[in-house]
C-alpha cells in the first residue's frame, strides 16, 4: 500500500496523518513491535495522555498505534465536517484500512470508547477484542453541560483564550481524578498543546461536535459487539463517571463483556494507575486463548 511506503520514511516517532478526505486527516503515532494495540483518546485527549501507557505497552509486546479522532489532537479540525461518534468510528476504520490492520485491540477513553463499540460493530473485521477506560456507550459527541458552556465559545479569547482553556482544562483534571498529583503545568500544556496551536478551529471543531447528529441509536447494536469487551472504571468518585444505567446496558447486551475497577483512580486511570491498564489488557487476551 501506498501508505506502507510512507511509513518507511516517516521520522523515529513513526508520526504522521492519514488524509481520508478533503481537509481531514487524522493524526497517527506507532511505536514498538509485536500485536497491535490501538490507542483511541477522548475529547480532551491526545496521543499527549498515553504517554505514560504506550511505553508500558511496548515493554509487554506490543505494537501501539495512537489515532487521533478529527478535531482531537493534532488531527485537523474543519469546522464543517461530521463530528458525529459514528463518523469518527469510519474515519478510525479507514486508518486501520490504509495501515492494513486487522483483527487489533482497541484501548478507547472516555467518549473514544464510544467510538469503540461502534466501530467494533460496524467493522467486526477490524477488532479482535476492546478495553474501555471510564467510556461507556454515550449517544452523543458532547454532554449537555459542556453543549451549554459552548454557547460562550464567542467570548472566550476575550475573556483569557488560551490561559483561560488551560485553568478550566486543569480544574477538570482535578475533579475528574482520584490521585491529583499527576496533574502539573507540564500536563496541562500537554493536554492543551491542540488548542493553544489554533483556539478558533478548536472551538469551531467543539461547536461542531455539539450540533452533530448521529444517524442511528448505538444501544440497539450493542448485541451485535461479538468480540470481548473490559470496561474500567475508577474506584473513586470523580466527575466523568460511567454511570449505573450505561454499564447495567452493557451487561445485559454485550455478549462477553466485563467489568474492571481501579481502586484509589478515577476518570483518567491511564494517567493514575496505566499499569492497570496494561493489566486489563493482559486478561483481555487471557479471555481471547479461551474462546473457541
Request: with cysteine; glycine share 10%.
Amino acid at each position: 500500500m501506498w501508505l506502507l511506503a510512507v511509513l518507511t520514511l516517516a521520522d523515529s516517532a513513526r508520526s504522521f496523518k492519514v488524509p481520508l478526505a478533503p481537509g481531514e486527516s487524522l493524526a497517527v503515532a506507532m511505536a514498538g513491535a509485536g500485536r497491535s494495540v490501538v490507542l483511541i483518546p477522548g475529547l480532551f485527549g491526545s496521543e499527549f495522555g498515553f504517554r505514560q501507557l504506550v511505553p508500558l505497552l511496548d515493554a509487554a509486546g506490543y505494537r501501539t498505534i495512537v489515532i487521533e479522532p478529527l478535531g482531537i489532537g493534532s488531527s485537523t479540525r474543519p469546522p464543517r465536517a461530521d463530528y458525529s461518534l459514528t463518523a469518527q468510528a469510519d474515519r478510525i476504520a479507514g486508518v486501520l484500512d490504509s495501515l492494513g490492520e486487522r483483527q487489533a485491540l482497541i484501548v478507547a477513553h472516555s467518549m473514544g470508547g464510544s467510538e469503540a463499540f461502534r466501530l467494533a460493530y460496524r467493522r467486526p473485521d477490524l477488532v479482535r477484542g476492546m478495553i474501555s477506560i471510564e467510556g461507556g456507550p454515550t449517544e452523543a459527541a458532547v454532554t449537555p453541560a459542556f453543549k451549554r458552556a459552548l454557547r460562550f465559545a464567542p467570548w472566550i479569547k476575550l475573556f483569557g483564550g488560551v490561559k483561560l482553556v488551560r485553568r478550566k482544562i486543569r480544574s477538570m483534571l482535578i475533579a475528574s481524578s482520584g490521585d491529583t498529583t499527576w496533574v502539573t503545568d507540564d500536563v496541562v500544556s500537554g493536554y492543551t498543546a491542540g488548542a493553544a496551536r489554533n483556539l478558533d478551529a478548536t472551538l469551531k471543531a467543539y461547536l461542531a461536535m455539539a450540533n452533530s447528529r448521529e444517524p442511528g441509536k448505538l444501544w440497539p447494536h450493542l448485541a451485535d459487539v461479538r468480540c470481548p469487551v473490559r470496561l474500567i472504571v475508577g474506584g473513586e468518585p470523580h466527575d466523568g463517571d460511567v454511570n449505573a444505567a450505561e454499564i447495567k446496558l452493557l451487561q445485559r447486551t454485550v455478549g462477553a463483556f466485563a467489568l474492571d475497577s481501579v481502586p484509589g483512580a478515577g476518570h483518567f486511570i491511564q494517567e493514575e494507575q496505566p499499569e492497570a491498564v496494561v493489566a486489563a489488557v493482559g486478561r483481555l487476551e487471557a479471555s481471547l486463548a479461551r474462546r473457541p
